[in-house]
Nanobody
Framework: QVQLVESGGGLVQPGGSLRLSCAAS????????IGWFRQAPGKEREGVSC?????????YYADSVKGRFTISRDNAKKMVYLQMNNQKPEDTAVYYC??????????????????WGQGSQVTVSS
């Protein structure tokens, strides 16, 4: 069955770095666009980044993370990553990866994705 499992979350000080990983199983990652989303307490889920299927030539970053976060994928390993640098307290949230069978492009909207992971907590605090 389709499964996405996030890992790599935790507590980090402001200015620090974390790398989230999303392990995919039960489907061919090559043909799926992948999105990273986050949800802070009392807030709506927001799109952080996404990357298109296959060669990952199309991607998106929310303005709040541009220049600090980098999305990447390794289809052979069935893994997607979100490198988060220079983290800020406002990055604190549960982070989710999501997948959608899609030939081209990727969506920054949660409703554009069918498959979701269980989430990984990221806390940025001194």
């Amino acid at each position: 069955q389709v499964q996405l499992v996030e890992s790599g979350g935790g507590l980090v000080q402001p200015g620090g770095s974390l790398r989230l990983s999303c392990a995919a199983s039960g489907f061919t990652l090559d043909y799926h666009a992948i999105g990273w989303f986050r949800q802070a307490p009392g807030k709506e889920r927001e799109g952080v980044s996404c990357i298109s299927s296959s060669d990952g030539s199309t991607y998106y970053y929310a303005d709040s993370v541009k220049g600090r976060f980098t999305i990447s994928r390794d289809n052979a390993k069935k893994m997607v990553y979100l490198q988060m640098n220079n983290q800020k307290p406002e990055d604190t949230a549960v982070y989710y990866c999501a997948a959608e069978p899609q030939i081209a492009g990727c969506s920054s909207w949660a409703r554009g994705y069918t498959y979701w992971g269980q989430g990984s907590q990221v806390t940025v605090s001194s």
